[in-house]
Every structure is written in C-alpha cells, then in structure tokens.
C-alpha cells in the first residue's frame, strides 16, 4: 500500500495561478484513491480530467464549493460547503472546478474491483442504486447532495489521521470506507423517503447564508435574532427552513462545527483542554467535557491519550 503523500503539483494544477497555496494528500491501495486537501484562490480554478474506467466516487465538500460537468452527457454536480454525493460513472470526460477563498475537500475513488463489498440491496435507495450501477449506466445515490453528518466527519478524521501503515493501513482504510458507505446509504434512504423540500429559491439562498455565517461567527458567542438580521430571515423560517434543507437545527450545527473544531486542536496543536475549552466560549473546562463526551461518546482526555501513545 501506498503511502500518504502530499500531491502538491497535482493540486496546483487543479487551481492554476488562481491559487495563492494548495495541498492535497493522497493515499492508494488496490486501485482505490484517497484525497483530502485545501485550497486557496483568488477565482474559480477550473480543470479537465477524463477516465475511461467505471468508478463509484464519494465526495464531501467540507467548505467553499465543487462542480463538476461530464461533456458526454452534460451531466452536472455543484456541492457548497458541508454537503456531500455518492455516484457510480462508468466513464467521465469534463470538467471540475472549485470556487471560495478556501476549499477544503475528502473523496474517494472506487474501482470496479472493490464494488463487491458495497453491493448492498437491503434498502430501496441501493437497489435501485446497484441495479443501474451494474447495468453499466450513470447513476446518483440522491437527486440532490446530503449534509454531511458528525459521524461521517468522524470517520473523515479518523482516515485522515491513521497512524497505522502497510497492511495494517489497508485495512484500517477499507473498513472505513465500508463504515462511509454505510453512513450515506443510511442518509439517503432517510431523505428518498421524505417529500420535496417546498422552500423558495431565496429562502435556500439566504439559508444558506445563515448557515455560512453560523461557520464565520462559530467562535462567537450569536443569537437566532442575530442569524436572522444578517440574512433576512424571520426566526421562524430560519428555524424550520435550516432543519428542513440541511437536516439539522441551528443549534446542532452550531455544536458539531464547534466539537470538530476541537477536535482539531486536540490534534493538531498543543493546546491544553482547558485552552480548548476556553477558545470555544466555555468557562468551564468539565462542561466542555461534557459537551464533547455527548458528541463524540468520548472525553477530550481520552483523544489527547490515545493520540499521544500513537506518536
């Protein structure tokens, strides 16, 4: 198995000049690829790439936005960020671009080889999803990109933190991968079965812009009523609308950027729980415990533990 390794050059050529700075990184095992990097640009980078191998590919925009346009078919993606896709394509020959000052990205690339282990048909969203996916033809797990759930950024981290390497990695990679999978066919049969969401185009608009000033303004200590005066939504819309567009309330949004944001600390940096605790608003190190305990089912210890006797 393949190393992770920075792909600087790849990544580079992907935003073109517009990018002031890039990385991405990139592991590889039995022809599965996976990517994660950041990007910052000026403009929308746009690149051309073209396969002519079938792939299930799952991406997840973790922040700035994603498209992607198949000439063949005029087939069309646009994921903002914290949304994510599953789809099966038996060849593509487009263009993808990335757009926001900062993009930050997770995907995997499947072959068909590896397709055995996925095919589930328990739910009818996989049914349907395998049938024409074995059929040889294009085919989306949803109609439209899902929220990016806390459990799936979990897993996202744990991937992109793996401390094991060689077969152990292999298998650590393949079983999360089977756990994501798993993840978004279990959000998608949810969100198949419910009715379409009957909110304006500029209600979707400007709640998605609450949304992005949720993630601005997370380090702050914010309101509904002031959520509702930067975008121009009345508390009830923002309320309803957020949980029915994103499939979470304000509040829950709000925590999850909040505990994953720790987490990050707690493994990126130096930062004492208590400083951890103190950036995030709380005065109390035990509630921020708490908090993430509730989130994660783990204490803030137990990570920096289990990070420590890793390295």
């Known amino acids: 198995m393949d190393e992770t390794t920075p792909v600087i050059d790849q990544y580079i050529s992907l935003c073109g000049n517009n990018a002031s700075s890039s990385e991405i990184l990139m592991s590889t095992f039995d022809g599965i690829n996976v990517f994660w990097g950041t990007s910052y640009q000026e403009r929308e980078a746009i690149y051309r790439e073209s396969k002519q191998v079938p792939y299930l590919h799952m991406y997840f925009s973790l922040e700035g936005a994603s498209s992607s346009h198949e000439e063949n078919t005029g087939k069309q ?32 690339n499947i072959p068909s080889s590896f397709f055995q282990k996925l095919i589930l048909t328990d ?10 996916a074995l059929a040889g033809n294009s085919v989306d797990l949803t109609a439209h990109p899902m929220p990016i759930t806390a459990r799936q950024k979990m897993v996202i981290l744990d991937m992109q933190h793996c401390a094991f390497t060689g077969d152990m990695k292999k ?10 999978f798993l993840l978004q ?22 709640l998605q812009a609450a949304r992005h000033f949720v993630y601005q303004h997370m380090l702050e200590p914010i309101s509904l009523s002031q959520i ?28 999850d950027l909040k505990m994953n944001y720790a987490r ?19 005065s109390e190190p035990y509630n921020f415990s708490k908090a993430f305990k509730k989130h994660f089912g783990y204490v803030p210890s137990q990570l920096k533990e289990s990070f420590n006797v890793m390295h």
């Open 123 to 132: 739910s009818e969203s996989l049914k349907r999803f395998w049938d024409k």
């Open 185 to 206: 066919a279990e959000q998608a049969e949810k969100l198949n079965g419910k009715r379409a969401s009957p909110l304006k185009p500029q209600d979707i608009e400007k």
């Open 77 to 108: 993606y646009f994921l903002t960020d914290n949304q994510h896709t599953i789809s099966y394509e038996p060849s593509f020959d487009g263009y993808y671009a990335v757009s926001g000052p900062k993009v930050r990205s997770f995907g995997i």
């Open 228 to 255: 509702s005066k930067a975008t121009g939504l009345n508390e009830f819309k923002l309320k309803r609308g957020f949980k029915s567009l994103f499939g979470t309330t304000v509040f829950e949004y709000l925590i």
């Open 171 to 180: 298998l650590f990679y393949e079983s999360k991968i089977l756990e994501l």
């Open 264 to 282: 990050q600390m707690l493994l990126n940096t130096s930062c004492t729980i208590f400083e951890v605790a103190y950036t995030l608003g709380y």
